[in-house]
């Protein structure tokens, strides 16, 4: 897909064009960029990047724009220059740019502002809390750009948008001005979950994500091994790949455990919404990493909860947003190998509040997290400052 060139049948749509701007296109756990961008109804998207990383959705084919090579990829991460594509983007006449995290905010500045569009930047979790040093020291050109010149995004972003109130509070900590942050849950369709639970499997526990440290899928595998003295018949699925992979099968190997836990890598879409019909329990025991970073709301709380799934997760970052303690799931205290090995066995012992705490969850996502809603939302976001306005909460 390198060098890849938009359809022009976009000019003829009629819809205003968001230049949607993710330097990788795309991260194989970014669903939630794509979701996002071909959810758009009134508006259309036009997916700028920088590398390929071969994960498009068919959703999205012929919207895609990439440069031929990695040389001026490289440089424009370094120095923010993006009036080359700025060139070849002109015939669409973007409307805006909306750039996903904090390092592609900055890197897509110079683009709005050529294109003389208002930029938006989605703020997602570990470009907020993963610390300065580390970015400055990761050896990754954007990440190091971003370290060195955020202030600039902060002062001449149009909007910035976070997945949750703490992270909304975080930004504003860091610099980014308050009348300018808003909270904008990414939603969940939940068309694709059809709420039934009539093949669910007692022991069952499911966990779901990249396989990092703020995942704190190794807190899981410990307090699993806690579980199955209890529940013999428990076993414990685990989607997703990582690099924290090798690791994480040795410790179960190590534990006793790897004929009870399985890996099962990244899965498409579907694969994991029939693993969530199936489930018991969804674990998601994310902590904050060594070097800062932490979640905001994981894509698998939403899902969970919408497919009726009981959630066991812990008091972590917009966790606490997505997840009611004891009336759609159970929180627990991040860390604690001994809580989170007994919230899992009260639910596994107790079906019928771990299934009245799903449907309490599958209400919670109609009601606040639906992604059609969410959607309308952005999109009047939109409105208003292509209106030369600023959004208000």
């Known amino acids: 897909m390198r060098g890849c060139t ?30 996002q961008a071909s959810g758009l109804r009134r508006y259309q998207p036009l997916v700028v990047g920088l590398e390929d990383k071969g994960n498009v959705s068919p959703a999205l084919e012929g919207r895609i724009w990439l440069p031929n090579g990695p040389i001026a990829a490289t440089y424009t991460k370094l120095t923010g220059r993006s009036g080359w594509i700025a060139r070849r983007l002109q015939d669409f006449h973007p409307a805006l740019v909306h750039a996903h995290f904090a390092q592609d905010g900055l890197t897509a500045l110079g683009l709005a502002r050529r294109l003389g569009v208002p930029l938006v930047t989605s ?9 300065r040093a580390s970015q400055l020291f990761s050896g990754q050109a954007s990440w190091m750009a971003y370290a060195l010149r955020r ?17 909304r509070t975080a930004a504003i900590r860091q610099g980014f001005p308050e009348d300018r942050v808003l909270t904008h849950y990414h939603g969940v369709d939940m068309s694709r979950f059809d709420g039934a639970r009539n093949r669910v ?24 091994t806690r579980v199955v003295v209890h529940r013999p018949d428990a076993r414990l699925v685990i989607v997703g790949d990582g690099p924290l992979r090798p690791f994480l099968e040795a410790q179960a190997d190590k534990a006793g455990m790897r ?41 698998i709380a939403l899902e969970a909860s919408a497919a009726a799934c009981p959630v066991v997760a812990t008091r972590h970052m917009g ?3 997505a997840v009611i303690d004891a009336k759609t799931g159970l929180l627990v205290r991040e860390g604690s190998i ?16 771990a299934a009245a705490l799903g449907e309490a969850g599958r209400a919670l996502m109609v009601s606040r997290f639906a992604f059609a809603d969410q959607m309308e939302r952005l999109e009047g976001l939109y409105d208003t400052l292509r209106a030369g306005g600023v959004p208000m909460a």
């Open 259 to 299: 004929e009870r836990i399985q890996f099962t890598g990244v899965l498409p879409a579907e694969a994991v919404a029939a693993w969530l019909a199936r489930a018991a329990i969804v674990a998601i025991p994310s902590r904050t990493a060594h070097d800062g970073d932490a979640e905001g709301i994981p894509n």
């Open 151 to 167: 202030k600039r995004l902060m002062r001449e972003g149009a909007l910035f948008l976070t997945e949750c109130d703490v992270l």
């Open 201 to 224: 499997e007692e022991g069952l526990i499911l966990h779901v994500g990249k396989l990092v440290e703020k995942k704190g899928t190794a807190d899981l595998i410990d307090a699993f």
């Open 123 to 131: 703020l997602r979790g570990h470009d907020l809390m993963r610390s």
């Open 338 to 353: 001994a809580a989170l090995s007994d919230a899992l066995l009260y639910l596994l012992a107790s079906p019928r509040r």
């Open 6 to 35: 938009p359809d022009p049948a976009l000019m003829a749509d009629g819809r205003p064009v968001v230049a949607v701007f993710r330097a990788p296109v795309f991260n194989a756990s970014e669903s939630f960029v794509q979701e």
């Open 319 to 321: 966790l606490r947003e």
